[in-house]
């Protein structure tokens, strides 16, 4: 591979956290942990996932507004968020029984675990009365339901759900007219039922359709306390904005995009927009200061006293965690390689949606080699499918990938680690790896 198609090539390298970096530094660990698991394997790191936690609760301290901090489960499995979230007295947000159950046997309490998505079943609306869970009722037959249920397993803690105004075709949610006979109803089942306020979720990253939506979503506080119900929480959901690539590599990758950066000329219609601004609690705070008729947002919680609730999945998880693919071998049919991985792409569950994880792959070799010249090359998984491809883009790697070799996935632990895996070719599961301690000394352990 000469030099100039890998400078031809896009560079997207990922915003480092400075656990990586010192852990990378570490030249033997990560050779350590692939020996011992013979395969691919997750690295997650629970303290940044506390920092990011800390983060958000610390916004909603400085604004003096009454809060709750639900981790959204789904973006990522592993236990080890769940006890920080419970050390750190905030919440879960689940949509399972088996995501419920998780929760509180990692020590998160009953009614600190938020219960969304769309028709629950009634198992899981069951647990949730039993437990003290707040459970966001997505629709008017369910409503009845939750009813019916809660008068032999005890009152139940609800949100309605709102279906957006602005996103009209969203699947979840109640229309204005759907809540209106809920609130009727609420009034008529309220020894059954506990209207502890409304919710809604929202697609995409933007500031202004959230606070917007709260503002709005405050109304609905007010109509139900005319009615004697006590509304004194409103939840916005998730969709914090995160940042993967710094702007200017994102800009310019965005301007000159060409088909033919990517294998097989692959087409993608979308991407994740991987350097955005503001993000995570700083995305909150702009939220909390978003003004309607000269008033914040925080402003009016605080007079109404109704507490903000969100969900935040991606955003807790940034920073907190890498994939580590083995190498398993390097073959060039043209002008750039294909680096086959020890792996399969339904990991990196992007690849899934029609787009793809564009944030540089980082080849470890096992051997550094001085004089080595970097090569191009698209990144395979171990299965017979055409379609499993970790990266279709060419992306330059330090020296050409050999067996052994380790290919470093950055910032995958939200949603692109678990997400869609599969025992595709009956490949076990890779393990998720705990990895803890300062930089002098870094202990690992399995997840539970
Ligand atoms: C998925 C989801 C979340 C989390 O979304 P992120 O984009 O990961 O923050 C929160 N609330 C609900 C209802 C969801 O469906």
Same mark, same amino acid.
């Given at each position: 591979?000469?030099?100039?198609?890998?400078?031809?090539?896009?560079?997207?390298?990922?915003?480092?956290?400075?656990?990586?970096?010192?852990?990378?530094?570490?030249?033997?660990?990560?050779?350590?942990?692939?020996?011992?698991?013979?395969?691919?394997?997750?690295?997650?790191?629970?303290?940044?996932?506390?920092?990011?936690?800390?983060?958000?609760?610390?916004?909603?301290?400085?604004?003096?507004?009454?809060?709750?901090?639900?981790?959204?489960?789904?973006?990522?499995?592993? #236990?080890?968020?769940?006890?920080?979230?419970?050390?750190?007295?905030?919440?879960?947000? &689940?949509? /399972?029984?088996?995501?419920?159950?998780?929760?509180?046997?990692?020590?998160?309490?009953?009614?600190?675990? #938020?219960?969304?998505?769309?028709?629950?079943?009634?198992?899981?609306?069951?647990?949730?009365?039993?437990?003290?869970?707040?459970?966001?009722?997505?629709?008017?037959?369910?409503?009845?339901?939750?009813?019916?249920?809660?008068?032999?397993?005890?009152?139940?803690?609800?949100?309605?759900?709102?279906?957006?105004?602005?996103?009209?075709?969203?699947?979840?949610? /109640?229309?204005?007219?759907?809540?209106?006979?809920?609130?009727?109803?609420?009034?008529?089942?309220?020894?059954?039922?506990?209207?502890?306020?409304? /919710?809604?979720?929202?697609?995409?990253?933007?500031?202004? @359709?959230?606070?917007?939506?709260?503002?709005?979503?405050?109304?609905?506080?007010?109509?139900?306390?005319?009615?004697?119900?006590?509304?004194?929480?409103?939840?916005? #959901?998730?969709?914090?904005?995160?940042?993967?690539?710094?702007?200017?590599?994102?800009?310019?990758?965005?301007?000159?995009?060409?088909?033919?950066?990517?294998?097989? #000329?692959?087409?993608?219609?979308?991407?994740? @927009?991987?350097?955005?601004?503001?993000?995570?609690?700083?995305?909150?705070?702009?939220?909390?200061?978003?003004?309607?008729?000269?008033?914040?947002?925080?402003?009016?919680?605080?007079?109404?006293?109704?507490?903000?609730?969100?969900?935040?999945?991606?955003?807790?998880?940034?920073?907190?965690?890498?994939?580590?693919?083995?190498?398993?071998?390097?073959?060039?049919?043209?002008?750039?390689?294909?680096?086959?991985?020890?792996?399969?792409?339904?990991?990196? /569950?992007?690849?899934?949606?029609?787009?793809?994880?564009?944030?540089?792959?980082?080849?470890?070799?096992?051997?550094?080699?001085?004089?080595?010249?970097?090569?191009?090359?698209?990144?395979?998984?171990?299965?017979?499918?055409?379609?499993?491809?970790?990266?279709?883009?060419? &992306?330059?790697?330090?020296?050409?990938?050999?067996?052994?070799?380790?290919?470093?996935?950055?910032?995958?632990?939200?949603?692109?680690?678990?997400?869609?895996?599969?025992?595709?070719?009956?490949?076990?599961? @890779?393990?998720?790896?705990?990895?803890?301690?300062?930089?002098?000394?870094?202990?690992?352990?399995?997840?539970?």
């Amino acid at each position: 591979m000469d030099l100039t198609v890998t400078a031809a090539l896009p560079a997207l390298p990922a915003i480092e956290p400075g656990w990586q970096r010192a852990l990378r530094a570490d030249r033997g660990l990560l050779f350590d942990i692939h020996h011992a698991i013979d395969g691919p394997f997750h690295m997650v790191h629970p303290p940044r996932f506390a920092a990011n936690l800390r983060a958000f609760q610390d916004v909603l301290t400085r604004h003096e507004v009454r809060g709750q901090v639900y981790y959204g489960k789904k973006a990522n499995k592993a #236990g080890c968020w769940l006890a920080v979230a419970a050390d750190l007295d905030a919440g879960v947000d &689940v949509a /399972s029984e088996p995501e419920l159950v998780h929760a509180l046997a990692h020590g998160v309490r009953g009614r600190d675990i #938020g219960v969304t998505g769309a028709a629950k079943t009634d198992a899981l609306l069951r647990l949730a009365a039993r437990h003290g869970c707040l459970v966001a009722i997505d629709a008017l037959d369910e409503f009845e339901r939750a009813a019916e249920i809660a008068r032999t397993a005890g009152r139940l803690r609800i949100l309605l759900r709102r279906l957006p105004p602005g996103a009209p075709h969203s699947r979840f949610g /109640s229309s204005d007219a759907d809540l209106e006979r809920a609130l009727d109803r609420c009034v008529e089942l309220r020894e059954h039922l506990e209207l502890t306020g409304f /919710s809604f979720h929202l697609d995409g990253y933007a500031v202004a @359709p959230r606070a917007a939506l709260a503002h709005d979503t405050i109304e609905w506080c007010t109509r139900a306390r005319v009615r004697g119900l006590p509304a004194t929480a409103i939840s916005i #959901g998730g969709g914090f904005a995160c940042r993967y690539l710094r702007d200017e590599d994102w800009a310019a990758f965005t301007r000159d995009r060409r088909d033919d950066w990517f294998h097989a #000329g692959r087409q993608f219609e979308k991407f994740y @927009p991987y350097a955005q601004d503001p993000t995570g609690a700083a995305m909150l705070d702009a939220v909390l200061t978003e003004q309607f008729r000269g008033r914040t947002l925080a402003e009016r919680l605080r007079t109404a006293d109704i507490a903000l609730l969100l969900e935040p999945g991606r955003a807790l998880l940034i920073d907190a965690g890498f994939t580590v693919f083995p190498v398993l071998g390097f073959k060039q049919n043209a002008d750039y390689g294909i680096t086959t991985a020890h792996g399969l792409s339904m990991s990196v /569950s992007e690849q899934w949606k029609g787009s793809e994880f564009l944030p540089d792959p980082v080849l470890i070799p096992r051997i550094a080699d001085p004089e080595a010249r970097p090569v191009a090359s698209c990144v395979g998984g171990a299965s017979c499918m055409e379609y499993d491809v970790l990266t279709w883009r060419k &992306v330059v790697l330090s020296q050409r990938p050999r067996p052994g070799d380790l290919l470093l996935y950055p910032n995958t632990a939200g949603y692109q680690m678990d997400k869609n895996e599969s025992e595709f070719h009956q490949l076990p599961l @890779p393990p998720k790896i705990v990895v803890t301690g300062a930089e002098a000394r870094w202990q690992w352990r399995l997840d539970r």
